[in-house]
């Protein structure tokens, strides 16, 4: 009996923002494909705006695997998993064991396929567009919170927002200027209606 898909499918159980009350929950499975998706956006303006030569495919591969060892872990708090060093250095171990575990449950003959996203290469320039679009899709939850009146979300944003900045990317920057306007339309205004 293969386990994979059975366990990657529990992503739509795990919530993410625990320590924050939301207005809409959501969970890793919907956030990674948020992920996905936005990924896939920097590096389409990457490569077509400014000519870049990131792997596009691979980024987000990436990107739909980055929060897969949080079936095993749960969704850790940033505050908690960034309080020290200490406490981030044995949490990623953690992961890298949850992530080995979940990868076990692949048949033989198709790990070569999706192994190699499951644990990104952190160094590539792929991973830092997942990294990007991660950010990305938390300052746009941030955005959707505040459009629904809760407050518990003006400094999240801020934070996150000088994130974004600091990163000094071209296609993040590109985002910001060209889509991130339209996140503060109603569906009516969206329509033209």
Same mark, same amino acid.
């Given at each position: 009996?293969?386990?994979?898909?059975?366990?990657?499918?529990?992503?739509?159980?795990?919530?993410?923002?625990?320590?924050?009350?939301?207005?809409?929950?959501?969970?890793?499975?919907?956030?990674?494909?948020?992920?996905?998706?936005?990924?896939?956006?920097?590096?389409?303006?990457?490569?077509?705006?400014?000519?870049?030569?990131?792997?596009?495919?691979?980024?987000?591969?990436?990107?739909?695997?980055?929060?897969?060892?949080?079936?095993?872990?749960?969704?850790?708090?940033?505050?908690?998993?960034?309080?020290?060093?200490?406490?981030?250095?044995?949490?990623?171990? #953690?992961?890298?064991?949850?992530?080995?575990?979940?990868?076990?449950?692949?048949?033989?003959?198709?790990?070569?396929?999706?192994?190699?996203?499951?644990?990104?290469?952190?160094?590539?320039?792929?991973?830092?567009?997942?990294?990007?679009?991660?950010?990305?899709?938390?300052?746009?939850?941030?955005?959707?919170?505040?459009?629904?009146?809760?407050?518990?979300?003006?400094?999240?944003?801020?934070?996150?927002?000088?994130?974004?900045?600091?990163?000094?990317?071209?296609?993040?920057?590109?985002?910001?200027?060209?889509?991130?306007?339209?996140?503060?339309?109603? #569906?009516?205004?969206?329509?033209?209606?």
């Amino acid at each position: 009996m293969e386990k994979f898909y059975a366990y990657t499918d529990r992503m739509k159980f795990i919530k993410r923002w625990q320590l924050m009350r939301s207005v809409r929950e959501e969970n890793i499975m919907e956030h990674s494909q948020s992920v996905a998706m936005l990924t896939h956006a920097l590096c389409a303006i990457e490569r077509g705006v400014y000519h870049g030569t990131v792997d596009s495919q691979k980024a987000v591969l990436y990107a739909i695997y980055h929060e897969v060892s949080e079936v095993m872990t749960g969704d850790m708090p940033t505050p908690v998993k960034y309080f020290n060093n200490s406490i981030h250095g044995e949490y990623e171990k #953690l992961e890298r064991l949850a992530v080995e575990k979940i990868e076990g449950t692949l048949p033989e003959e198709m790990r070569g396929e999706i192994s190699p996203y499951l644990q990104a290469d952190k160094s590539s320039e792929e991973y830092k567009f997942v990294k990007a679009a991660d950010k990305l899709s938390a300052y746009i939850k941030c955005l959707e919170e505040l459009r629904s009146g809760n407050n518990e979300f003006v400094q999240a944003e801020k934070t996150i927002s000088a994130t974004l900045k600091n990163l000094h990317m071209r296609a993040v920057d590109y985002f910001f200027e060209h889509f991130i306007p339209a996140f503060y339309l109603s #569906l009516d205004e969206l329509e033209g209606l």
